[in-house]
């Protein structure tokens, strides 16, 4: 059984920016759509983004103008590029896949097979 594995999460100050990984590992086929995820403490998990692999793209409406979704096909690999990092954006960020493809990227969190272990991101002075 494959699995997602995300990396790049760390602590940041205020108006930093990060980029996270999410890349499989003991998967050979590709993957139609990827998904990012984060949940804060306390809080329910919530969609950042996600895309397909024609490159199709969905974001959260508060979160587009500072976080870009992409994808590698060739590498089967996803990336977050996260700017202008506000403390609000302190959680645990997941990476979620599908083997399956979708027109659109817009997706139940239900319908992705893969979920990767999770990477923290802090944002605080």
């Known amino acids: 059984q494959g699995q997602l594995v995300e990396s790049g999460g760390d602590l940041v100050q205020p108006g930093g920016s990060l980029r996270l990984s999410c890349a499989p590992s003991g998967i050979s086929f590709s993957f139609g759509v990827m998904g990012w995820y984060r949940q804060a403490p306390g809080k329910q998990r919530e969609l950042v983004a996600s895309?397909?692999?024609?490159?199709?793209?969905n974001y959260a409406d508060s979160l587009e103008d500072r976080f870009t979704i992409s994808m590698d096909n060739a590498k089967n690999t996803a990336y977050l590029q996260m700017n202008s990092l506000k403390p609000e954006d302190t959680a645990v960020y997941y990476c979620?896949?599908?083997?399956?493809?979708?027109?659109?990227?817009?997706?139940?969190?239900?319908?992705?097979?893969?979920w990767g272990q999770g990477t923290q991101v802090t944002v605080s002075s």
């Open positions: 895309i397909t692999s024609g490159g199709t793209t």
């Open positions: 979620a896949a599908t083997r399956r493809r979708y027109p659109s990227a817009r997706l139940s969190s239900s319908l992705y097979q893969y």
